[in-house]
C-alpha cells in the first residue's frame, strides 16, 4: 500500500493506493438511484432549449450528479428513475429489453372493447406498427374513462398517439408502474432514494 507492503488487516481508506501482484486494485463504483412522482408541466431533460421547468430542478441538492432515465412529456406525470448508473438506464430504455411500463390513462367518454383490441394488437405510428399492449379499463361512466395501459416500448408520446389512432384524446397520463415496481404513495413532486431490493429487481428485469 502506497509503495509498503500491507498484512491483511491493514485499514485501508479512498485516497490510498493498492496493488497486487503489480495490479491496482480499485474500488467498484458506488452508483445512485433515485425515484421521483414527476408531476407534469416539467420536461425529463438536463436543460431545455425553450427555458421551460426541467425535472432535474426537483432533486435535493445533495443527490450528487444523476440523470432521468427515459421521458415523460411535458403534460404527463409519474414514475421516473434517476441515476448514474449508465448500465441500468441503458437496460430499462433499450426498445430490445422490451420493459413493460404501466400508465393510468383516462380518456373523454367511453370506449368500445373492440377499440381497445385495435390498441392490444398494435396500431402504426410513423410507418411502424406497435408491439402488443395490455389495457384494462379500471372506472368508466359515460363523461371519461380509465385505464391501465401496460406497453414494452417507448415511443416519443407513444400512448397518447395510440389513442388518437382511435379518435379518443388522453387528457391525463400517469406512469405507475416500470415492472412491477410501483410509484406507490409518493407525492407529486418528491424523490426518495430506491432501496436495496428495488435496484436489485430493476437490474434483474
Do not use: W
Not at 77 to 83: D, H, P, Q
Not at 96 to 114: C, F, M, Q, S, W
Not at 187 to 197: D, F, I, T, W, Y
Amino acid at each position: 500500500m502506497n509503495g509498503k507492503d500491507c498484512a491483511l488487516g491493514c485499514d485501508v481508506d479512498e485516497k490510498d493506493i493498492v496493488t497486487v501482484n503489480g495490479e491496482r486494485v480499485t474500488l467498484p463504483a458506488v452508483h445512485k438511484y433515485y425515484l421521483m412522482n414527476k408531476p407534469k408541466g416539467y420536461v425529463c431533460t438536463v436543460k431545455d432549449d425553450k427555458d421551460r421547468k426541467t425535472v432535474m430542478e426537483l432533486l435535493p441538492e445533495n443527490v450528487g450528479r444523476v440523470y432521468p432515465v427515459g421521458r415523460l412529456d411535458y403534460d404527463s406525470e409519474g414514475m421516473l428513475i434517476f441515476t448514474d448508473d449508465g448500465e441500468l438506464a441503458f437496460r430499462l430504455t433499450h426498445p430490445k429489453n422490451e420493459i413493460p411500463k404501466t400508465y393510468l390513462v383516462r380518456i373523454e367518454g367511453e370506449v368500445t372493447e373492440a377499440l381497445l383490441n385495435k390498441l392490444r394488437a398494435g396500431v402504426e405510428l410513423d410507418g411502424k406498427r406497435t408491439g402488443k399492449s395490455k389495457i384494462k379499463i379500471v372506472e368508466t361512466d359515460k363523461k371519461y374513462t380509465k385505464l391501465h395501459v401496460t406497453i414494452g416500448e417507448g415511443r416519443n408520446r407513444q400512448v397518447r398517439r395510440m389513442f388518437e389512432s382511435i379518435g379518443k384524446e388522453v387528457v391525463f397520463l400517469k406512469r405507475i408502474k416500470i415492472g412491477e415496481l410501483p410509484l406507490g404513495s409518493l407525492e407529486r413532486g418528491k424523490v426518495r432514494s430506491l432501496r436495496e431490493e428495488e435496484i436489485f429487481y430493476l437490474k434483474n428485469l
